[in-house]
């Protein structure tokens, strides 16, 4: 490299906001939240297990209480969806109006909650007013809410925020809501983070084939915080992974194919690259428990 003369200018400095993009706590060896994910890897891979496995963690540590399941193939595999607890109204047909559908949820979740807390600060003034008499006692009964002797309970243990939710598609391959760009799936992935006035959802695509006409756009693969390499069907994928990945200066296409070699040797094994790692060290894993360096 040639040498570089450098003079510095005052006054530029980047103002670095405090606030990560990051904002849901997670355990240490837990990726950031909230995320967006890709499962890619044949057909019978264990795609759909790892998935809920790592769904369940998420839930466990409170980074997620809702799963949203867009899949034309709920019916077969609804016995492995179980541990997540997703409603009956939560699985949605691969429409077109799908992701419409599922960011309405989330922009309801967050109304639902800012009541919520419109509710708790209404209640606690008039507690005050009660004790200090400031309040006429006819006033009280004009809401059923003023009742209670006891505040407004929030639905689950979680009552700082609103119900974080994580949207799964799933085998929606070459379908509408994959397929059209005027589903809206493109834009979603782009702002996952600031949907529902900026509480986010993270997001998990799982298919077959990680580039495909009618899937996965270019967009969405760039924007990945988290792919999971399972056994992959043909070589041009892994080509097309090793172009668009976010490698490492110290770890070559050699090592990386190592990785996925040692990973997929296992039944129903698979390579995790976090790409926006708490650490360096923490950026490959095979499946989610071992740390690969």
């Not at 499962?39 to 466990?60: C, E, F, N, P, S």
Request: hydrophobic residues 30%.
């Amino acid at each position: 490299m040639s040498q570089i003369r450098v003079k510095h200018v005052s006054g530029f400095e980047p103002l670095v906001p405090k606030k990560s993009a990051f904002t849901i706590e997670t355990e240490f060896n837990t990726p950031k939240q909230p995320s967006l994910n890709i499962y890619t890897g044949r057909r019978g891979g264990g795609k759909t297990v790892a998935i809920v496995t790592y769904l369940r963690k998420l839930m466990d540590e409170g980074a997620v209480q809702r799963v949203l399941l867009v899949t034309p193939t709920y019916e077969s595999n609804k016995s492995i969806f179980l541990p997540l607890n997703i409603g009956e109204g939560d699985v949605i047909e691969p429409e077109k109006g799908a992701v419409a559908r599922t960011q309405q949820i989330v922009e309801e979740e967050v109304a639902e909650w800012e009541q919520y807390q419109k509710d708790l600060k209404k209640w606690k003034e008039h507690q005050r007013k009660m004790q200090d008499g400031s309040l006429r006692m006819q006033t009280a009964y004009e809401d059923p809410l003023f009742l209670s002797p006891t505040p407004p309970k929030w639905k689950n243990n979680y009552p700082s925020h609103p119900v974080r939710v994580h949207i799964v598609y799933d085998d929606c391959l070459s379908l509408p809501v994959m397929a059209k760009p005027s589903s809206g799936i493109v834009n979603q992935a782009a702002k996952h983070r600031h949907i529902g006035k900026g509480w986010g959802c993270g997001i998990t695509y799982a298919t077959q084939a990680y580039a495909a006409q009618g899937g996965l756009s270019r967009v969405i693969r760039e924007n990945c915080t988290m792919l999971c390499l399972f056994k992959q069907t043909h070589d041009s994928q892994i080509k097309k992974i090793l172009e668009e990945s976010n490698f490492r200066d110290d770890v070559d296409e050699e090592r990386f194919m190592d990785f996925l070699e040692y990973s997929t040797s296992k039944p129903y094994g698979f390579l995790t690259i976090d790409q926006c790692p708490k650490h360096e060290s923490m950026m490959y894993r095979s499946g989610f428990s071992e740390y690969l360096n």
